[in-house]
């Protein structure tokens, strides 16, 4: 079975719904969301989407009580979990997913999964630890790395691919920069959130 991973859409209605066009033409039977909705209406997308969704919590996921009773919701084609992490069976494939790039390597290494995805950086990643695949689709806003993409992973092979979306629109601009890089103001450098 294919399944589609991405992560941290961010209010990005242009790239999701690219993705969402773009991800037909793999025959995917799945879509797991790994966090980072930051409203309602990403929920709703999603939800509405003809291949069904898994989703976990992100940091930056707005209203959690809306996008839940959206989930839960007759119509919606979209489940989400507790936590900002997850573990899953498919196909045969155990599989865990998270948000936090933290976890990503210590799940792979406890040998008990065949695949770990994570988000929250925004940067697309492949990696292996003996047998299991870590995977990073990278982000679906654009915001942080001005590229859009997912990733395709196959139960079959245990083998993911990233796949950049087409036509995708960022706030990555050179005047965004700019003003980034001249502002006094600075963020907290937690481990966990750096933005």
């Not at 941290?8 to 790239?15: A, E, G, L, P, V």
């Not at 155990?94 to 065949?114: E, N, Q, R, V």
């Not at 990643?125 to 859009?148: F, L, M, R, Y």
């Not at 995708?168 to 966990?192: N, V, Y």
Request: with cysteine; glycine share 4%.
């Amino acid at each position: 079975m294919k399944i589609a991973i991405i992560a941290d859409i961010h209010d990005n209605f242009h790239n999701l719904i690219l993705f969402l066009k773009q991800v037909k033409q793999y025959d995917v039977k799945k879509i797991i969301f790994l966090g980072d909705f930051m409203n309602n209406g990403i929920a709703k997308t999603l939800a509405d989407s003809e291949i069904p969704v898994i989703a976990i919590w992100g940091n930056n996921d707005g209203d959690k009580v809306a996008i839940t009773k959206t989930a839960l919701s007759e119509q919606s084609n979209m489940t989400i979990g507790f936590e900002t992490y997850d573990c899953l069976e498919i196909d045969n494939r155990k599989i865990f997913i998270t948000h936090y790039p933290i976890l990503a390597k210590p799940m792979a290494k406890s040998g008990d999964f065949d695949a770990v995805f994570y988000g929250h950086n925004h940067k697309k990643n492949q990696d292996k630890i003996n047998d299991c695949i870590i995977v990073n689709p990278g982000e679906i806003s654009a915001h942080k790395t001005g590229k859009a993409s997912f990733a395709i992973y196959d139960t079959k092979t245990n083998t993911s691919e990233i796949i950049e979306i087409k036509e995708t629109i960022s706030t990555r601009t050179k005047e965004a920069i700019e003003h980034f890089e001249k502002m006094k103001f600075s963020l907290s450098k937690s481990r966990t959130h750096k933005y």
